[in-house]
Every structure is written in structure tokens, then in C-alpha cells.
């Protein structure tokens, strides 16, 4: 029952969102010397409502938990030691910080949310007295503490003298909602029933959802120049995604949406995610951000007691007209923004209503940012991977080469637009790092319009895998058809160079931008019969050389691979293969392997050493061509 209603909270985007929220239950239960004990199983840190198990639960002796909040004080490091010590099960996760508080509350069930609408009407100038008028007097009404043992310690005072049972429930200011029954139906029933009156009186004094047009306006390049400039502050490549729901844009279209957006987070824990402000990315958005860099800085000097500053760059910001943009280091991060702030958005449209957004004040938006419990969550999260922020394009992504090289650049941690022309493309590939992209590479719209889609969802570009290829039927040159001639050049060759000339203007604004272009062996050893493709390579080997003495002045990197022999891709059936070695008298085996070094070359070695020269490896290599292809006699 614990875990099903825990559940059923979770799955309620507005009552808790991103890991917001606990719950608990207290249970009598025997120890390992036959004595009785009363253990509150209270949720785990780290552990989501959504999503939480059993073991999601960290058991507690409850009569040792008790006498924490009689002490006077209690530091964060002692609550989390003494908090441990209780333990029954030393696995379990460390308790939830109120875990004291779920102890103190005489029933059997609690149930903590964040409700969106509880707390939107509190968050406004007159909200502990709106409370009252919703709620009546058997609701406890706690003025806004620092979460942890100070609440526990406040309500533990306040509730001395109060009849519990006389409770329907209590309301934080400024943070949330606690029910409790010996039932756990019931107190979940109790929260539902709560967060229903907020929403009804929310709608009666006629808030309404946010909605705003359908098309959507958009500048790339903009967009490019936001994320280059927040990484900067940020101290890190990041990623930026452009929110363009109605809603979103809507927002951006308000004619308030400066002052409104400014006043400060929906509940305090969501500072340590978003912190306190989004900026406004209007055309003036490089001294707005510098202006918020300053800002970020006097708040840290002012409230700062010792601690060190973190990065001043935002977490998310208003684009006008486009909606909202969102920034984290990968996509887990930016989308806890974006739901976050899609919350926040709506909350701050309808606290309008009732007289406008009243958040918490910096002194105590300063103290959770900083409280170490909360900065304990964020690094949690390991050291990164080397490429994290970092956004690729690979073309012919879906399969062969193209898709071992987006899979290896994922697992080296970055995003990567995923272009194919065909559809199986969408299929391929469904990890969120991964954009996948249908595009004729020879189509200089289509491609313009993938790019803006990379762009709005990943903030630019700083990698370029550019690998879509053909190999035409063999043909010799008297027998040559034009339309061959003129599909391989246009696929080959100028589908690449209008590519490059696409991204370039990204690339600029990249974090050590580099480019791979996929030759071929048969540009140094070309093969009879294939002047199509081998002059075709030549070409586009020549246009990454002259790329390589062009683009180095804007330190964008240009690099050629000539893979050769890589038979696990799609031309490879095991039909052509059969017939290839049975031409040349060789068995498969031998004939895969028929290299200097007698070694078989993977698509995943081709891709290997794509990331290599796209990483600081080869961080000061251009123009450079290497055979990758086991060693052959004709190249070396
Ligand atoms: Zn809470």
C-alpha cells in the first residue's frame, strides 16, 4: 500500500515533480533478539515517487529518530550520521531530510507533495490568509523554515498543545503539503481532496492554462550564440533546448514577461536545478547575461558564510516570441529543467491572478542553494564523460559506419543529430541523446531545415561527421552513364561541401569544433572501374584539405578517414561476401582479413577513431588523412 499510493502521488507531475516529494509509514515489526520495534520506512534520497520500490524505503528505529527533534540543534552532517545510525538495515538509502518530521506525526501513513496549486497560492502577497479562507481552522498552517531539522524542530514546537485528530492536514508556506491517516487510502485521499480545493479556487478566481500560437518563429544563429555564451558563463560546453509549446510561447509573449518571470522559483528545493531568475534572451541578450553573471555574484558575496561560488550561469531563460530555452549538460539535465520550468511558468501566469507572484526572499533562496544536503543530490551524478555538452551531426547515420560512429560518440557522451535518407533512421535509434533525422543529403532545403531542428534541440553544433556516401555500380569509363557520374558527384562530393558550408557558422560558435569527412581507400589506391566513386572521393579529399586551410583560422578542425575493407555494413550481404572471396580463391575469413596485419575491420574501429579525432587526441591535427583499413600494400 506504501509504495502503490507513493506511486499513484509520483505519477501526478503537479504534486511532485523530479525526485520533490516523500512519503512514509511506520510499522511494528520484530528485531533480531525477538524484541518489539517501531521502524519508520521513510522514502530514500535519491529514490523518485514515480518510480519507487521497497527498498526505495529506509527503515529507521522510530523512538531513536524521536529524540532527534528534542535536541536544540542539530547540524546537517550529524542529522545525516545520527539519521544513519538508525538504521535497521545498513543498505538502506539515507533517509529523506524530513524523515525527523515523518517521525513526529503521530499516524501511521504521511504523504508529502509540493502541489502545484497549494503553493501557488501561497506564493502570493496574501497566501497564509487565502489558505485560511479555503481551508478553515483544522488546517496547521507553518510559515516558510529551511527544510530538514529546523522544520522538524518548528512543527515539533508548534504541534505540543494541537489534537491531531482535529487536523485535515498542514500546509508549508512556500513549499508543500503534508496528509497523514492509519489508513493509507485515506491519507492519500486526504492529499487529493486538498489539492483539488487550491486547484477549484485557482480556477473560480479564473486562472486559465497558458496558450499561445502554433507557428513558430526561429533563428538558429541565435540560438547558436545563447548556448555559446552560457557555456562560457557556465564554465562548460551545455546543451540548450528550445521549448516552443503554445504554452511556452505564450509565456514568452507576455508583455510582462520580464518582471513576472524574475520573482523567484515555485518551491525553494527547485533553486539548486533552475537557479533563482531566468534571463531575458532579447536582442540585448549578451549584456543580460553579463548583467545576470554580476547579479549571481553581489547575491553569493552578500549571504555567502564560507562557502564556494558556483557557476553563474542560468539555468533556463525567455526568448521573445520563440518560448523558453532550458541548458544542462546533458539531456537528463535539461529535460528535469524543462518540466521544472513548465511548472513554474503556468504557476507564475496564475499567481498573477490573485494579485501577483510573491517567491521567497534571496536570504532563504541563498540557503537552499547552498544547504550541502541539496548540493549533496547534484553530485551524486560521477565524474562526466569527455564529451559531455558536446552536440555532432553524423550523416548516412542508419546504419553501418554512420550508426557505429553516433553510438560511439553517445557513449563518449555527446548528443548527436542522427541523418539518414532513409526512414529506418527513426527506428534505430531511441536513446535521448540521439535526434533522428530523415534528410536527402543532396536537398540544400532539407538539410537547412534539419539543421534548425539540431539547433532548437540541442543549441548548436560542434562536431561534424559528414559520411553519407554511395557506391555506384562499376562501370567503365567508355561505358560510363551520366546519371551514375552525376549521383556520385552529387551525393559524394557536393552534398558534403554544401553540408560543410551549412555548419560553418555553427561551428564558429562550437566548443574545439571538428570535422571528419569519410573517404575511401581508392583515393590514395583507386580500382579500375570505379571512376564514379574514386574521383568523386578524390574530390571531396581535396575540398578537406582546402576546408582544413580555410576553416583553421576559426579553429574548426578538418580531418579525413580512409576506411577500406568494412564488411559489416550493408552492402556486405553474406551473398556478395561469398562471392567476393570465392573470386579471389579465399575463404570469408581470409578474405576479411587480407591486410598488412591480417586483422578484420570493423564499422565500431572506423567509428573508435572517428571519436578520437573529433576529441583532444587530435586536438591540434588537421588536413590530415589516415587509412584505416589493417594496413594495405597499395597505400603504404
Ligand atoms: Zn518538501
Not at 512556500?174 to 485521499?189: A, E, L, M, P, R
Not at 537557479?275 to 555567502?304: C, G, S
Not at 531563460?317 to 535539461?334: E, I, Q, R
Not at 539540431?454 to 560542434?462: K, L, M, S, Y
Request: aromatic residues 6%.
Amino acid at each position: 500500500m506504501r509504495v502503490y499510493t507513493s506511486r499513484l502521488l509520483g505519477a501526478e507531475e503537479d504534486l511532485v515533480l523530479h525526485g520533490g516529494g516523500n512519503t512514509s509509514v511506520k510499522i511494528k515489526e520484530k528485531n533480531i533478539f525477538g524484541e518489539s520495534e517501531e521502524i519508520l520506512y521513510v522514502k530514500g534520497s535519491g529514490w523518485d515517487l514515480a518510480t519507487i520500490e521497497e527498498p526505495g524505503f529506509a527503515p529507521l528505529k522510530l523512538d531513536e529518530l524521536s529524540k532527534l527533534a528534542e535536541l536544540d540543534h542539530l547540524s546537517d552532517l550529524d542529522m545525516v550520521k545520527y539519521q544513519r545510525m538508525a538504521l535497521t538495515n545498513p543498505a538502506a538509502p539515507n533517509p529523506s531530510v524530513e524523515a525527523i518530521l515523518h517521525g513526529i506525526i503521530p499516524y501511521t501513513f504521511v504523504d508529502h507533495t509540493h502541489a502545484d496549486a497549494v503553493v501557488v497560492v501561497t506564493n502570493t502577497a496574501k497566501g497564509a490568509a487565502r489558505i485560511k479562507e479555503i481551508y478553515g481552522e483544522n488546517m496547521l498552517v507553518v510559515p516558510y523554515v529551511m527544510p530538514g531539522f529546523i522544520l522538524a524542530k518548528t512543527i515539533y514546537q508548534m504541534t505540543r498543545d494541537v489534537d491531531w485528530d482535529k487536523l485535515d492536514g498542514m500546509i508549508l508556506l512556500n513549499h508543500g503539503v503534508f496528509t497523514f491517516d492509519n489508513d493509507g487510502k485515506t491519507s492519500y485521499q486526504k492529499m487529493i481532496k486538498i489539492v483539488s480545493k487550491a486547484e477549484k479556487y485557482l480556477k473560480q478566481a479564473g486562472a486559465k492554462e497558458l496558450k499561445g500560437p502554433k507557428v513558430t518563429k526561429s533563428d538558429p544563429l541565435l540560438l547558436a550564440n545563447i548556448r555559446k555564451e552560457v557555456s562560457d558563463l557556465w564554465g562548460q560546453p551545455v546543451l540548450g533546448r528550445l521549448d516552443k509549446s503554445p504554452a511556452s510561447i505564450g509565456f514568452s509573449n507576455l508583455p510582462n514577461v520580464k518582471s513576472i518571470s524574475n520573482r523567484g522559483p515555485l518551491t525553494p528545493d527547485h533553486i539548486i536545478r533552475t537557479k533563482r531568475t531566468p534571463v531575458n534572451f532579447n536582442q540585448d541578450y549578451k549584456k543580460n547575461l553579463q548583467d545576470y553573471r554580476k547579479a549571481y555574484e553581489k547575491y553569493f558575496a552578500q549571504y555567502n558564510s564560507g562557502e564556494q561560488q558556483l557557476d553563474p550561469a542560468p539555468r533556463w531563460g525567455v526568448v521573445p516570441v520563440m518560448g523558453t530555452l532550458s541548458f544542462g549538460p546533458t539531456p537528463k539535465h535539461v529535460q528535469i529543467i524543462e518540466d521544472i520550468t513548465r511548472h513554474t511558468k503556468k504557476a507564475i501566469v496564475q499567481a498573477e491572478i490573485l494579485g501577483g507572484w510573491k517567491a521567497l526572499g534571496q536570504k532563504d533562496l541563498f540557503e537552499m542553494e547552498y544547504w550541502s544536503l541539496e548540493q549533496a543530490k547534484l553530485k551524486k551524478a560521477g565524474k562526466p564523460k569527455p564529451m559531455q555538452g558536446k552536440i555532432a551531426i553524423v550523416t548516412g547515420a542508419a546504419s553501418g559506419i554512420g550508426k557505429a560512429c553516433v553510438e560511439a560518440l553517445v557513449g563518449a557522451g555527446a548528443v548527436v543529430a542522427a541523418l539518414d535518407i532513409s526512414k529506418g533512421v527513426l527506428d534505430e535509434f531511441s536513446q535521448p541523446e540521439v535526434l533522428p533525422l530523415t534528410c536527402d543529403v543532396t536537398n540544400e532545403s532539407q538539410l537547412e531545415k534539419c539543421l534548425e531542428q539540431v539547433i532548437a534541440q540541442f543549441g548548436g553544433i560542434d562536431m561534424l561527421v559528414t559520411n553519407a556516401g554511395i557506391f555506384p555500380k562499376s562501370a567503365r569509363i567508355e561505358d560510363m552513364s551520366d546519371d551514375i557520374w552525376k549521383k556520385s558527384m552529387d551525393i559524394n562530393v557536393t552534398s558534403h561541401q554544401r553540408l560543410i558550408q551549412l555548419c560553418v557558422p555553427y561551428l564558429e560558435l562550437g566548443f574545439d569544433p571538428a570535422i571528419v569527412i569519410m573517404g575511401s581507400k581508392n583515393v590514395p589506391a583507386p580500382g579500375p572501374g570505379a571512376s564514379a566513386y574514386s574521383v568523386a572521393k578524390a574530390a571531396l579529399t581535396q575540398l578537406a584539405r582546402v576546408a582544413a586551410l580555410e576553416l583553421g583560422e576559426k579553429g574548426i578542425r578538418v580531418n579525413v578517414l580512409h576506411p577500406n575493407a568494412v564488411y559489416d555494413t550493408a552492402i556486405w550481404t553474406d551473398e556478395v561476401l561469398n562471392a567476393r572471396a570465392k573470386h579471389y580463391g579465399l575463404t570469408v575469413q581470409q578474405y576479411k582479413t587480407n591486410n598488412v596485419l591480417q586483422v578484420e575491420v570493423t564499422s565500431n574501429d572506423v567509428a573508435e577513431l572517428v571519436v578520437a579525432m573529433l576529441g583532444p587526441t587530435f586536438s591540434k591535427v588537421t588536413g590530415a588523412q589516415v587509412p584505416i583499413d589493417g594496413g594495405n600494400e597499395r597505400v603504404i
